[in-house]
């Protein structure tokens, strides 16, 4: 993978909260996408979805020997905790903050920004895919 930025689109969802979750990530380098990942991940809140749509995004930057990530999420929650700006209360997410920061450190330049549902269309409806594709498949 040459050494260019990647900028990753990131969006996790839960049909309930908690209830059947999925992540759905949008991988992009200049104007092309790399890759789209789309995964159910169980039972989870929305907020477990969205750290979890990061580390996935995380691993696959070091994957694809990504030097700087750029990453865009609707979850203010998620953007301001992982900036440092809110701190982690809720035990179910510290160990995840902790794996984020942790994968985070590998990168030479990383950027977390909060950006609109809108403009994250694209991951939402890879990470809604991957929850209705689950419950379709329970019911056969």
């Known amino acids: 993978m040459k050494t260019s930025p990647l900028e990753i689109y990131i969006d996790g969802a839960c ?28 039972n989870a809140t929305n907020n477990i979805a969205e750290y979890t749509a990061l580390i996935w995004a995380l691993e696959e930057g070091l994957m694809l020997k990504a030097e700087q990530l750029k990453v865009n999420t609707d979850s203010l929650l998620l953007c301001s905790q ?35 549902r809108k403009d994250n269309r694209g991951a939402d409806k890879l990470a809604t895919q991957a929850i209705k594709e689950r419950l379709q498949k329970k019911r056969l």
Do not use: W
Request: some cysteine; proline content about 3%; charged content about 15%.
């Open 15 to 42: 049909k309930g909260n908690p209830g059947p979750a999925g992540v759905g990530i949008i991988i992009c380098q200049g104007l092309e996408v790399v890759k789209n990942i789309s995964g159910y991940i169980g």
């Open 82 to 116: 992982i900036n440092k700006v809110y701190k982690v209360k809720n035990s179910n997410i510290l160990g995840l903050y902790q794996q984020a920061l942790r994968l985070i450190e590998c990168f030479k330049v990383f950027e977390i920004r909060h950006i609109s």
